[in-house]
């Protein structure tokens, strides 16, 4: 018999708002609120606009728990929608951050217009039920005072408006900058990108230059003295409206799709014959029917199609691929079908996500989010032991351990006389990989669970297998 978790855990992400914090029960996600923002709740679900965001799901379904379950010194606790995999913004393509970014104005432009406001404009107040944004920090609206700004323009900025800029006017990918800094890219550091000519590229001078030389001006002044000028100054309600249509105006602008790569026409390039995709799709369609999971995990998903043949039978899928101009192409697909159950991620699976952020644990690591009942791992294994130098050995226990126990792991042995395989063995010295061999990685199968189903490819030098972990 299964014991239900009834024990209460803080999330290690939700500290930096003194006025509230999330906990997690067993399935449940709860927020507890102190006085303050316990009357901003209730001001908040009183007013059509926040019912209409949420009815639509653009904000995560909220409610109020009563009497109040959480021993703590909270004046109110709410219970959120659960979204099924928690993501990084550096885990997004372009298209993904950007519509992230609009999602965030329109629902901040909602709220002014009903006297609200957000209290930050973080990437991360935003997640994903596959390809649709949600709006997830109920916590962050608060009644909006005339005279002051929007308190969330810097975290906008530097997470979500700033890597848009590097990406659609420099042509550099935003996801190393963001997961090297939690708080996002600093203004100085976008002022040395855009000096010379490129301080004039669409949203540079504005939302870069000048808010740097505003922060300059103001970094002596107390917050107290800075509300005072603009308050005297004019600054309104309707200023901070035209300050939100001017950044969705800029960033709809933005819309940069990336070049093709080495993996963006795969399906046409890869060594696949027809009847070596028809033998996979059916391997993959059987297995996914004989689990019947909740969860599922696509490593290694290129445009998705096995992704979409999990989607069927699974509530929920992750589709992890390295390449960012693919998974861009795959979630402009997604959410032009309004799928909501596959969500595209962009990872180097050789350099899963760490932990980030206060103490490495704010944010995080994949591994710690990515359980799932069954893990596809399709034409992978070689990229990683052979292109990566991995040892077999460790592929084959991390992707057991992504799997759950009693779940699927359903991977492709790619033979070291494939023609992939040939390529990439064709860069390292001889002998390097001895026992890259197929009887030595069904050997390593077996260890973590038991082999259920086989199959070889047409073509014969390609094997499927679906092993039950922990079987």
């Known amino acids: 018999m299964t014991v239900p978790d009834t024990a209460l855990r803080v999330d290690p992400g939700s500290f930096r708002d003194p006025g ?4 997690h029960r067993g399935a449940e996600v709860l927020r507890g609120l102190d006085e303050r923002s316990a009357r901003d709740w209730q001001a908040l679900s009183a ?26 010194p909270w004046a109110a606790v709410l219970r959120h929608d659960r979204i099924p995999f928690v993501s990084h913004p550096y885990e997004w393509s372009y298209a993904m951050l950007r519509d992230a970014a609009l999602l965030h104005l329109d629902v901040l432009r909602a709220a002014l217009n009903a006297g609200f ?10 997640q994903w039920r596959g390809a649709r944004p949600v709006f997830i920090d109920v ?10 700004p929007w308190a969330g323009y810097r975290q906008f900025c530097q997470t979500l408006l ?18 090297a800094r939690v708080d996002g890219v600093e203004p100085d550091q976008m002022r040395r990108l855009f000096a010379g000519t490129r301080r004039w590229r669409a949203g540079v001078p504005t939302h870069v230059h000048l808010h740097g030389a505003m922060q300059a001006r103001n970094a002596r002044a107390s917050t107290s003295d800075v509300r005072a000028q603009l308050r005297a100054a004019g600054f309104s309600r309707e200023l901070a409206l035209a300050t939100v249509r001017g950044l969705t105006r800029l960033i709809r602008r933005l819309d940069h799709r990336p070049g093709d790569t080495h993996w963006s026409d795969y399906q046409r390039t890869c060594a696949y014959s027809v009847p070596d995709r028809q033998v996979k799709e059916a391997f993959v369609d059987r297995a996914m029917a004989a689990t019947a999971p909740g969860s599922a995990l696509d490593l290694g998903a290129n445009d998705g199609r096995y992704a979409r043949i999990a989607a069927r039978h699974a509530a929920h899928v992750v589709a992890v691929e390295q390449d960012p101009a693919v998974v861009d192409a795959l979630y402009r697909a997604l959410r032009d079908e309004g799928e909501q159950r596959i969500l595209p991620l962009v990872m180097d699976l050789a350099d899963p ?8 644990v704010e944010r995080a690591a994949f591994a710690d989010r990515a359980r799932a009942d069954v893990v596809l791992a399709l034409a992978v294994t070689h990229h990683l032991a052979i292109g990566r130098n991995v040892p077999l050995p460790e ?18 042995f790619v033979h070291p006389d494939d023609p ?18 197929p009887e030595v990685f069904e050997a390593l199968l077996a260890r973590h669970g038991r082999v259920v189903a086989r199959a070889e490819l047409p073509s014969g030098t390609r094997t499927l297998h679906q092993v039950v972990v922990g079987g």
């Open 20 to 23: 509230n914090r999330v906990y």
């Open 47 to 72: 007013t059509d606009f926040f019912r209409d965001l949420t009815a639509a799901g653009h904000v995560v379904g909220t409610e109020e728990l009563t009497p109040t379950p959480v021993d703590a």
């Open 117 to 126: 406001t957000t209290k930050d404009g973080s990437a991360y107040n935003v």
């Open 139 to 148: 916590g962050s609206f608060e009644a909006h005072r005339d005279g002051e």
């Open 162 to 179: 700033y890597p848009l800029l590097i990406q659609a006017h420099l042509g550099l990918d935003f996801q190393p900058f963001l997961r």
């Open 353 to 360: 996500t760490p932990g980030g952020g206060w103490r490495g």
């Open 395 to 412: 592929v084959v226990d991390q992707l057991a351990v992504l799997t759950e126990t009693g779940g699927s792991l359903v991977v492709e």
């Open 420 to 437: 992939m395989a040939r390529r990439l063995l064709a860069n390292k010295p001889d002998g390097l990989f001895p026992d890259y061999r």
